[in-house]
């Protein structure tokens, strides 16, 4: 079984700071994937980054993929309290299935 | 936006008994697969199907878990004998092109087995 470790596991910050929430393994994953999931809901993705090394911006979101495709990096800027939520990082390994992390609690207070 | 659709969202029934949770995925989507969260835990990795056929399923996906494709629309799971800590939520996804590209996530269904 891959792990995939998240940290923090919980980040308070106040509306208007920054945050970045991180996702190791010692596995390659084929891709990398950030979700954002709602107390009661399913899993919403939020991105895909494939190629090592890959940045991609998503408004106030920034993933990073590390060169050798075993971490990445989800930064927020100037949060807001919509910003509040679950954070899952989850990796594919081989050809049928994502193994997740255990999630980043983040509260962004008014 | 497609979705993908799982029945019912709550679903309690007694230990022992045999408990079917339905999901319909993206019509296009040729990729299945079935999590568990068991409350305040990770995302448990259950099954995965692909071409009519089981392609990938953990361990916990033992004797008493079982899936269909019946009709060609939905995709069931089927737990036999249900055990207390069977509770958690399943959760159906599809994905068009295999996990590399992510997956759409179904909201859930949750079972509580008393």
């Known amino acids: 079984t891959q792990l995939l470790e998240q940290s923090p596991q919980f980040l308070s910050i106040q509306e208007g700071e920054n945050l970045t929430v991180y996702c190791n393994s010692s596995s390659v994953f084929s891709s990398l994937q950030w979700y954002r999931q709602e107390p009661g809901e399913g899993p919403v993705l939020l991105v895909t980054v494939v190629t090592g090394g890959e940045v991609k911006k998503l408004k106030r979101l920034t993933f990073q993929f590390g060169d050798a495709r075993k971490d990445s990096s989800l930064h927020i800027t100037a949060a807001q309290p919509g910003d509040t939520g679950l954070y899952l990082c989850?990796?594919?390994?081989?050809?049928?299935?994502?193994?997740f992390g255990a999630g980043t609690t983040v509260t962004v207070r008014a | 936006e497609p979705e993908v659709t799982q029945t019912p969202s709550h679903q309690v029934t007694q230990m022992g008994q045999e408990v079917i949770l339905r999901c319909v995925p993206i019509?296009?989507?040729?990729?299945f697969y079935w999590y568990r969260q068991i409350l305040g835990q990770k995302v448990e990795f259950l099954v995965s199907?692909?071409?009519?056929?089981?392609?990938?399923k953990s361990e916990i996906f033992d004797d008493q878990f079982s899936v269909e494709r019946p009709d060609g629309s939905n995709f069931t799971l089927k737990i036999r004998s249900t055990k207390l800590e069977d509770s958690a939520m399943y959760f159906c996804?599809?994905?068009?092109?295999?996990?590399?590209?992510?997956?759409?996530f179904g909201s859930g269904t949750r079972l509580t087995v008393v």
């Open positions: 199907f692909y071409n009519n056929e089981i392609s990938e």
């Open positions: 996804a599809s994905s068009g092109q295999g996990p590399i590209y992510g997956y759409t």
């Open positions: 989850a990796g594919a390994f081989g050809d049928y299935k994502l193994s």
């Open positions: 019509s296009n989507h040729l990729y």
